[in-house]
């Protein structure tokens, strides 16, 4: 059974730090793109970080860039968020997702979320 399942979440003060672990089970990690997205209370879900299967690319929404890093341990079949400098407005529910991208056939998987609040 495909699992993916976040953790990590909790409650920080601004300026404070988190990390998010995703631990993926049931698909070959190491083959699939893996993705941070969130959603705030009333507005859609969101792409924060996705980086490459092995790796190498990644890419930032510009309203985390220089204090979100994604990271990856295809060994550990577990991809990582570093979280700095935080502020209330990445107050979220974070998800993991995982996607075939380019191969064949395509699958897009989900975690359950954990939730981040950033308040003072």
């Known amino acids: 059974q495909v699992q993916l399942v976040e953790s990590g979440g909790g409650l920080v003060q601004p300026g404070g730090s988190l990390r998010l672990s995703c631990a993926a089970s049931?698909?070959?990690?190491?083959?699939?793109?893996m993705s941070w997205y969130r959603q705030a209370p009333g507005k859609e879900r969101e792409l924060v970080a996705r980086?490459?299967?092995?790796?190498?690319?990644?890419n930032y929404a510009d309203s985390v860039k220089g204090r979100f890093t994604i990271s990856r341990d295809n060994a550990k079949n577990t991809v990582y968020l570093q979280m700095n400098s935080l502020k209330p407005e990445d107050t979220a529910v974070y998800y993991c997702?995982?996607?075939?991208?380019?191969?064949?056939?395509?699958?897009?998987?989900w975690g359950q979320g954990t939730q981040v609040t950033v308040s003072s």
């Open positions: 997702n995982a996607n075939s991208g380019t191969a064949w056939p395509r699958n897009d998987y």
């Open positions: 049931g698909f070959t990690f190491s083959r699939y793109v």
């Open positions: 980086m490459s299967s092995a790796g190498i690319f990644t």
